[in-house]
């Protein structure tokens, strides 16, 4: 828009019109200009006629000022430039606690978890719940939570999927079977912000970063390569900026799906100023063409083989690493830390004997040598970076599943402990 001084005065019934100085008609033809700061007209002659067929007449005001000599700069035509106002942020929505603790039950009905158990047994299909913390919903019958967990522990949102349980396939007919769950919880104001699934792990910083795809693909490769942290972006679009930023400065290495290899070795060299990311091509050289045309992705060519044979290590050696970072100071009133609601899969399988005087003597100890205050290096594949808590929560989970051989790695991590101080 552009805003002028001097304007015709703008028409509010024939009191605005005046007869023509020209044409000297009875009728009120006659415009008069007006200096839009004052409100008053220039002169009774600077105007114009409305009969523009018959008159004519058109006197400016840029035409008087010069004709009488009077030193009156017109201004030059002013843009008005609209106000841009910035939307304000909206802030970041998240998961009620109460609905993830929830999830968290009722495990021995998940198809995911069910398929798990039989590819590693129970006591790593365990760690695995717990490190990503696996969750089942009630929107499909034994379908999976993928929960989204950032490094302060909120959790931002779960992906909701259906697998079959004997071959780990996501279940596609008659319709796919993905969600998520705040479109299941009806939340129109829900404000999303999406984050890594498995970020929450990303608080140890002394291992290397490894993205894939989907979330069970990085479940399943956690076992194979345990030393890296495996985190996955949902899709292969997914790989953005948004995503990425919380792995600046870290040893990121991306594990693309056979069909998504160029794309991603594209997007590693955009987002290079995060850091330095490195593109397997691992598939690229071991699949077969037809492996190649079903678009495999690492977990589909690691479970081929026997994990055990191919890592090398044995069951303990794969940690449930250290949820103690978490800082719950940063936690809103309605979300919780995560790390105190261990999920736990039902087993009938207890070491023969409870673990009471093991407790006692650990709790014993712990009493009377006082809790270091500074991180401990417990492996190479976990650092506790907070002991007390480290230490409360695994008391709790021992004591609430008192021989379960389920959950022998949190006493063994304690007694591991021990042996450390």
């Given amino acids: ?192 912000k999406q984050c890594l699934f498995g970020e929450h792990l990303l608080i140890d910083k002394t291992k290397p970063v490894a993205i894939v795809e989907s979330e069970k693909t990085a479940v399943i490769a956690s076992v194979y390569l345990p030393q890296f942290i495996w985190v996955a972006v949902g899709s292969l679009t997914n790989l953005n900026v948004e995503k990425c930023s919380i792995l600046k400065g870290r040893i990121v290495t991306l594990f693309p799906d056979l069909n998504g290899f160029e794309k991603w070795k594209s997007k590693a060299k955009e987002l290079s100023h995060l850091t330095n990311f490195t593109v397997s091509d691992l598939l690229e050289r071991k699949a077969t063409e037809a492996e190649k045309e079903q678009g495999f992705d690492i977990a589909d060519y690691l479970i081929k083989y026997n994990f055990k044979d191919f890592v090398q290590v044995k069951t303990k050696s794969i940690p449930i690493p250290s949820f103690q970072k978490l800082n719950n100071a940063n936690l809103t009133t309605h979300q919780e830390s995560v790390h105190h609601f261990i999920p736990t899969i039902p087993s009938e399988n207890l070491v023969q004997g409870k673990w009471e005087l093991d407790i006692f003597e650990l709790k014993k100890y712990f009493e009377e040598i006082g809790i270091p205050n500074y991180p401990i290096k417990l492996n190479d594949c976990c650092t506790i970076t907070n002991c007390s808590l480290f230490i409360e929560s695994h008391f709790e989970t021992i004591k609430s599943n008192n021989g379960n051989k389920t959950f022998l790695p949190f006493l063994t991590r304690l007694k591991n402990l021990k042996d450390r101080l």
């Fill in 1 to 192: 828009m552009i805003e002028h001084r001097f304007i015709l005065e703008p028409y509010k019934g024939m009191n605005t019109r005046y007869p023509c100085p020209s044409c000297q008609q009875k009728d009120k033809t006659y415009s008069l200009y007006i200096d839009t700061e004052t409100g008053e007209h220039i002169h009774p002659n600077v105007g114009r006629c409305n009969r523009e067929s018959s008159c004519g007449y058109h006197y400016t005001p840029k035409q008087y000022f010069h004709d009488n000599n009077i030193s009156f700069d017109t201004p030059q035509p002013k843009a008005i430039k609209p106000r841009l106002v910035a939307p304000q942020p909206k802030t970041v929505s998240f998961i009620p606690v109460e609905v993830f603790k929830a999830s968290l039950k009722a495990n021995e009905t998940n198809h995911f978890v069910k398929f798990l158990i039989n590819q590693f047994g129970v006591e790593i299909a365990s760690q695995l719940v717990s490190r990503y913390f696996i969750a089942t919903s009630k929107h499909w019958n034994g379908a999976t939570v993928f929960w989204q967990i950032d490094t302060q522990g909120k959790v931002r949102t779960g992906k909701i999927m259906l697998y079959n349980p004997t071959i780990g396939k996501r279940i596609k007919e008659p319709f796919n079977h993905i969600n998520w769950v705040h479109k299941a919880l009806k939340q129109p104001e829900f404000e999303l």
